[in-house]
C-alpha cells in the first residue's frame, strides 16, 4: 500500500522558517521524482519543487528560489522542503508529490503552513 504521509506544518510569523516533511512506502523511492505543491484558499494546486534523479537534480517556481531547498533521504524514505524567509502568500497547504518511473502518481493528505503575524 503507497503512502505519502506529510508532516511539519503549521503557524510561522512572516520571515520565519518552517521545514515540511514527507515519509514515503509502498513504492521505489530511490528512483521516483518527488515534489511538493501547494494549494492556497480558492486556488488550484500549484507546483512548488521537485527533486529527480536520485536528488541530483532540482527544480522550483520561480516565487520560492532561494527561500526553499528541496532535498532527500532515500535511506529513510523522506523528501523534505525546507523554507525559510516565509510570507504570508506562502501560506497553503502543502502536497508532497510520488511519480515513479513507470508513470504512477501518488499524493499525500497535505500539512497546512499558516504565515501570519
Known amino acids: 500500500q503507497v503512502q505519502l504521509v506529510e508532516s511539519g506544518g503549521g503557524w510561522v510569523q512572516p520571515g520565519g522558517s518552517l521545514r515540511l516533511s514527507c515519509a514515503a512506502s509502498?513504492?521505489?523511492?530511490?528512483?521516483?521524482?518527488m515534489s511538493w505543491y501547494r494549494q492556497r484558499p480558492g486556488q488550484v494546486r500549484e507546483f512548488v519543487a521537485s527533486s529527480f534523479n536520485d536528488g541530483r537534480s532540482t527544480n522550483y517556481e520561480n516565487s520560492v528560489k532561494g527561500r526553499f531547498t528541496i532535498y532527500r533521504d532515500n535511506a529513510s524514505n523522506t523528501v523534505y522542503l525546507q523554507m525559510i524567509s516565509l510570507n504570508v502568500k506562502d501560506a497553503a497547504v502543502y502536497y508532497c508529490n510520488g511519480k515513479t518511473i513507470s508513470d504512477h502518481e501518488y499524493w499525500g493528505q497535505g500539512t497546512q503552513v499558516i504565515v501570519t503575524s
Open positions: 509502498g513504492f521505489t523511492f530511490s528512483t521516483a521524482a
